[in-house]
């Protein structure tokens, strides 16, 4: 079992900045490829951003020179840098880890971008 924990969500206003994060299993932590989902109102879980355990990344276009990821495998938490937020990147967020050929969620956490 992989529990993830998600933080830092709220509300903030067009052109704002959250960084968002996600604690993970200290014990298996590094061995983990990692990303960020997230579920409009109305609309289905998407990609966000994923990190390899070599820390390459990928990024949804939506959010490409925006939004960065990012993992401190020693704090073993994952992080979302969101700047010049935009009405449409409200949603819940989710922290995605991989183990085993398995995918486990966090609960998420809301970002509401609304002046």
């Known amino acids: 079992q992989v529990q993830l924990v998600e933080s830092g969500g709220g509300l903030v206003q067009p052109g704002g900045s959250l960084r968002l994060s996600c604690l993970g299993p200290?014990?298996?932590?590094?061995?983990?490829?990692m990303g960020w989902f997230r579920q409009g109102p109305g609309t289905r879980r998407k990609l966000v951003a994923t990190?390899?355990?070599?820390?390459?990344?990928h990024y949804a276009d939506s959010v490409k020179d925006r939004f960065t990821i990012s993992r401190d495998d020693a704090k073993n938490t994952l992080y979302l840098k969101m700047n010049n937020l935009k009405p449409e990147d409200t949603a819940v967020y989710y922290c995605?880890?991989?183990?085993?050929?398995?995918?486990?969620w966090g609960n998420g956490t809301l970002v509401t971008v609304s002046s």
């Open positions: 200290e014990s298996i932590f590094s061995s983990l490829p």
């Open positions: 990190i390899s355990t070599g820390r390459s990344r």
């Open positions: 995605n880890a991989r183990y085993n050929n398995i995918d486990y």
